[in-house]
């Protein structure tokens, strides 16, 4: 019996993968800009509780496996790990959830929503801005679900703004996290499978 969203046409090289695991990914890149990027990218990786994701990393990009409150609980980690005073970091992500190329493999064991990192972070709330384009597939009627993104900023208070091709956001840095695996989560339920891009910046020098 074919898998949730399986491909089975010969000529697509992911055909006869597909999942029927509630399993969200997210591939990303940390770019803190500073001559220590080095240990900043590495430092910040290591704080991350990853217990309740798969993590893999390679030269280009660090990919998160697992539910998709654990793959955000872990990005927002990530980010706040980073952090220092004064410096512009920029964090890149794609998540996905419903890819028909997915597949059973790379998954983690834990199965609940309770966050191990969220707690270890305090209160981590300098203001960070972010940028961020959703994608559901799979249906013609795409627009909606993207305007309720919209609506969900303006509901949480992160002061959303149109610009090409993505919307606007600041706000808290954990609040912007949350919002951002919110919009997830409500695309979840509109689309078998939808993408959403973000980039999430703080200490950036560009003057508004």
């Known amino acids: 019996m074919p898998k949730n969203n399986q491909t089975t046409d010969p000529s697509f090289p992911w055909t006869g993968c597909g999942s029927d695991a509630d399993l969200a990914g997210c591939r990303f890149s940390l770019y803190p800009l500073n001559d220590d990027y080095k240990a900043i990218i590495l430092g910040s990786l290591a704080k991350v509780d990853l217990s309740k994701v798969w993590a893999g990393t390679d030269a280009l990009s660090t990919?998160?496996?697992?539910?998709?409150?654990?793959?955000?609980?872990?990005?927002?980690?990530?980010?706040?790990?980073?952090?220092?005073?004064?410096?512009?970091?920029?964090?890149?992500a794609q998540t996905s959830l419903g890819c028909p190329g997915d597949d059973d493999a790379d998954r983690p064991a834990a199965t609940d929503d309770v966050p191990v990192?969220?707690?270890?972070?305090?209160?981590?709330?300098?203001?960070?801005?972010?940028?961020?384009a959703l994608y559901p597939l799979g249906i013609a009627d795409y627009l909606p679900p993207i305007a309720e993104a919209f609506r969900l900023a303006e509901k949480v208070g992160l002061n959303p703004r149109i610009?090409?091709?993505?919307?606007?956001?600041?706000?808290?840095?954990?609040?912007?996290?949350d919002y951002l695996g919110s919009v997830s989560a409500m695309a979840k339920g509109r689309s078998g499978h939808h993408v959403l891009t973000f980039t999430v910046s703080v200490g950036s020098p560009t003057q508004e």
């Not at 305090?122 to 972010?130: E, L």
């Not at 610009?163 to 996290?177: C, I, K, N, S």
């Open 63 to 92: 990919v998160y496996r697992g539910r998709l409150s654990q793959v955000f609980d872990c990005l927002s980690a990530v980010f706040v790990g980073a952090y220092r005073p004064g410096l512009h970091a920029c964090l890149e």
């Open 163 to 177: 610009v090409h091709y993505a919307t606007r956001v600041e706000g808290p840095v954990l609040e912007v996290f």
């Open 117 to 132: 990192n969220r707690p270890t972070l305090g209160q981590a709330a300098f203001p960070v801005k972010a940028k961020l």
